[in-house]
């Protein structure tokens, strides 16, 4: 009993003496919608979809981009905002990460990421998020406006959701539900590994069970499909009616697959349900990038830091994948499957520069590309009249790392408080060397 006493004070003393408030939530913040137009001038305009203007100005009126071009008149009553030389882009997507529901790896009440069983594509990511995360603002001041965050596990794991990074809760956040069923493809490889180093045949049947029990997971969700086509159902499966969607072509099918005997079954699979499909991870899609292209399947690829696959492959071989996917004529998105390195995202575009994108190819892996790969390309991803006035501003080039400094970000029209925690602490922690 003394010692459970002991204990209890100790746990006591320790919980008392963390910062808690800063752990769960951020003292930013979000937005107020402008209540008169706003005239940005002098910029140079990165419109994504018709090149780039030199000393033009944006006009947003009421959250959206109201006009695009040279010596505009301000409205009456708008304010202007001479931002002469500094460049001005789209908001920045990033897809397929989980920002917003880890918190800290190590703390297991923080990670909200996963659930335990295999047949979870009634799962919604976006319940999970959390608008007040410490981490989301460091991701902001990197010039990203949106992230499609997505629910982790095995196999059927469930839906992602589009989510613009400055809200008071999830509700607020959400741009797109239901973006993509995401699935978690079996292991193809036969090499066993310093933690389950069994024997290749071993690894070999263990793959061939996995493959086997997704594939009746789509046929017993392909049954009810076609039952409830029929009228037939008695009731309703939950994991199966989400799955509705996807069979009838209005959800996309989200494999998350790298080598390339992942993504040939997953192809063989889309094409028997005639599933929208595109993959996630796709290490290999530079393998077989022709046949992903004439297949029209898109790719989300996580690895543009990534180190070779294999012992034979070039030191440089993941930086020139999306390079390789722009030729081929695949549809392409970049990424980090993560959530704080997603800041770094940013910078990895320019690296898919220096190994062969063009700056303009590069922006558009993290602004239309991503928002047509979740559906969104009619609201996001460009400056254009009409679209959300989700807008970036770095007094260089924002793919640069010396040339790279976020002023100001706008979501829909409002503007983003860029503080954050590092930046807090640096300014801490400057005041002691001072």
């Known amino acids: 009993m003394k010692f459970n006493k002991v204990c209890l004070s100790l746990l006591a003393a320790l919980a008392s003496s963390l910062p ?32 780039v203007k030199a000393d033009s100005d944006v006009l947003i009126v009421d959250g959206k981009i109201a006009a695009v071009g040279k010596d505009l008149t301000a409205p009456e009553g708008a304010t202007v905002l001479a931002l002469d030389g500094k460049h001005l882009y789209p908001g920045l997507i990033a897809l397929a990460n989980q920002l917003g529901l880890i918190e800290i790896e190590a703390v297991r009440s923080t990670d ?11 799962i919604k990511a976006k319940v999970a998020y959390n608008a007040d995360s410490e981490v989301i603002p460091t991701i902001r001041s990197n010039g990203f406006a949106y992230s499609m965050v997505y629910p982790s596990g095995s196999m059927l794991m469930g839906q992602s959701s589009l989510m613009q990074l400055d809200a008071w809760n ?13 699935v978690r493809w079996p292991n193809a490889s036969t090499l066993g590994s310093r933690w389950n180093p069994k024997p290749a045949d071993e690894v070999r049947k263990a793959n061939a069970k996995q493959l086997e029990q997704l594939q009746q997971y789509f046929k017993d969700a392909k049954a009810y499909y076609d039952a409830e086509q029929a009228g037939l159902n008695k009731g309703v499966d939950s994991r199966w009616h989400q799955m509705l969607a996807v069979f009838n072509g209005k959800r996309p099918l989200f494999v998350h697959a790298d080598d390339e005997r992942q993504i040939r079954q997953t192809m063989l699979l889309a094409n028997e349900y005639q599933l929208k499909l595109t993959i996630v991870g796709g290490r ?13 399947v898109a790719v989300i690829y996580t690895a543009p830091y990534g180190l070779p696959s294999r012992g034979d492959e070039n030191y440089s071989q ?4 999306p390079k390789t996917l722009q030729d081929a004529g695949v549809q392409y998105a970049l990424s980090l499957d993560g959530y704080w390195d997603t800041r770094n995202l ?4 320019g690296q898919a520069i220096s190994f062969g994108l063009t700056p303009e190819q590069a922006l558009r892996s993290v602004t239309i590309n991503a928002a047509k790969i ?24 924002i793919f640069d790392y010396l040339g790279h400094k976020v002023t100001h970000l706008w979501i829909d029209g409002r503007a983003v408080d860029l ?13 002691r060397i001072n």
């Not at 909200?112 to 009634?122: A, F, G, I, K, L």
């Not at 290999?284 to 029209?296: K, V, Y």
């Not at 969104?376 to 807008?391: P, T, Y």
Request: aromatic share 4%; hydrophobic share 40%.
């Open 170 to 182: 999830y509700q607020d956040a959400v741009v797109a539900d239901g973006t993509g069923l995401h």
């Open 318 to 321: 993941a930086f020139i994948v």
């Open 346 to 349: 940013v910078f990895a575009a």
């Open 112 to 122: 909200d990421s996963n659930e335990v069983t295999q047949t979870n594509p009634d």
């Open 374 to 397: 979740a559906g969104v390309a009619d609201k996001i991803g460009s400056i254009e009249v009409g679209k959300a006035a989700s807008l970036v501003v770095s007094e260089g080039d």
């Open 20 to 51: 808690i408030s800063s752990v769960i939530a951020n003292d930013m913040v979000p937005g107020k919608a402008a209540s008169t137009p706003l005239l940005l001038t002098g910029l140079t305009v990165h419109t994504v979809t018709d090149g």
């Open 419 to 431: 503080n954050n925690r590092h930046k807090q602490l640096h300014d801490k922690y400057k005041q």
């Open 284 to 296: 290999d899609s530079w393998r077989m990038a022709d046949e992903l292209a004439a297949a029209n």
